[in-house]
């Protein structure tokens, strides 16, 4: 239910960046409807503030051998 009504964009990808689950708000802020959100990597938005993050914080999983990372609040 959080993760549903948050004004916040949340999306979940796997480790190579491909989206796998989205928000609502998500869809407001970029644009893109759900299902075309789902087919694409984040480095692939146009946004490149997800880009940037996204790429920083897979990096941090990878390095560490972390499983969950909780991105910066905008």
Same mark, same amino acid.
């Given at each position: %239910? $959080?993760?549903? +009504? ?9 480790? *190579?960046?491909?989206? =796998?689950? /989205?928000?609502?708000?998500?869809s ?7 299902d075309? %959100? $789902?087919?694409? +990597? ?9 880009? *940037?993050?996204?790429? =920083?914080? /897979? ?7 972390e ?8």
């Amino acid at each position: %239910l $959080l993760f549903e +009504n948050s004004s916040e964009e949340i999306f979940l990808t796997n480790l *190579e960046g491909d989206i =796998r689950l /989205i928000n609502p708000s998500v869809s407001k802020t970029i644009g893109y409807t759900p299902d075309k %959100l $789902l087919e694409k +990597n984040i480095r692939k938005i146009k946004s490149g503030q997800y880009r *940037e993050t996204v790429s =920083r914080n /897979i990096k941090k999983i990878k390095e560490k051998g972390e499983k969950f990372i909780e991105t910066e609040h905008v």
